[in-house]
T-cell receptor, first 114, second 114 residues
Framework: GEDVEQSLFLSVREGDSSVINCTYTDSSSTYLYWYKQEPGAGLQLLTY?????DMKQDQRLTVLLNKKDKHLSLRIADTQTGDSAIYFCAEREGRNTGFQKLVFGTGTRLLVSP | NAGVTQTPKFRILKIGQSMTLQCTQD?????MYWYRQDPGMGLKLIYY???????DKGEVPNGYNVSRSTTEDFPLRLELAAPSQTSVYFC?????????????FGSGTRLTVV
């Protein structure tokens, strides 16, 4: 079945850039997502990218997609302490245009130190 | 809008007890999901539903049951609770045909079985 992998932990200093990486296995994935989970809360959609795109930028967030290598990354510019959270990569499984089952990675815990 | 509401937020169960985790959404989403989150393991899909009266198993359905009598509600039933069911449970919903919106998550139920 489909699998999504992420490193478990990343530590950066405030003001630096953070890069969180993800690899996935389903070459037919049409959408890939990044979710953020703050302590004690549910997951919130941060951004997504459609598979025909290589890059998407949204304020401090940059998503890069390498379809050949099935590699997705999330870059956070000027990382702040409020960005400390767990970040989940997810791919949309299946070709059905209606039902969308997402497969989530294990999550990367980002720790931002002052 | 409230989005996805889960109750209770916390619960301690004794081995062998039963309980129902409640989930309701007010966005008229067709699709609903139950995930469990274990540390370092990401999210595992327990059950999902593509509409009222239709449910299906996910990756880890054993020990759980669901029902979907209305579009809004998707309760998760635990029968004969076991320590292996200690986890954080998330309910989510999504709209058919709108893949770029991803899922909307509830804030979770933290369950401990002792």
């Amino acid at each position: 079945g489909e699998d999504v992998e992420q490193s478990l932990f990343l530590s950066v200093r405030e003001g630096d850039s953070s890069v969180i990486n993800c690899t996935y296995t389903d070459s037919s994935s049409t959408y890939l997502y990044w979710y953020k989970q703050e302590p004690g809360a549910g997951l919130q959609l941060l951004t997504y990218i459609f598979s025909n795109m290589d890059m998407k930028q949204d304020q401090r967030l940059t998503v890069l997609l390498n379809k050949k290598d099935k590699h997705l990354s999330l870059r956070i510019a000027d990382t702040q302490t409020g960005d400390s959270a767990i970040y989940f990569c997810a791919e949309r499984e299946g070709r059905n245009t209606g039902f969308q089952k997402l497969v989530f990675g294990t999550g990367t815990r980002l720790l931002v130190s002052p | 809008n409230a989005g996805v509401t889960q109750t209770p937020k916390f619960r301690i169960l004794k081995i062998g007890q039963s309980m129902t985790l409640q989930c309701t959404q007010d966005m008229n989403h067709n699709y609903m999901y139950w995930y469990r989150q274990d540390p370092g393991m990401g999210l595992k899909l327990i059950y999902y539903s593509v509409g009222a009266g239709i449910t299906d198993k996910g990756e880890v359905p054993n020990g759980y049951n669901v029902s979907r009598s209305t579009t809004e509600d998707f309760p998760l039933r635990l029968e004969l609770a076991a320590p292996s069911q200690t986890s954080v449970y998330f309910c989510a919903s999504s709209q058919s045909g709108v893949a770029n919106y991803g899922y909307t998550f509830g804030s979770g139920t933290r369950l401990t079985v002792v």
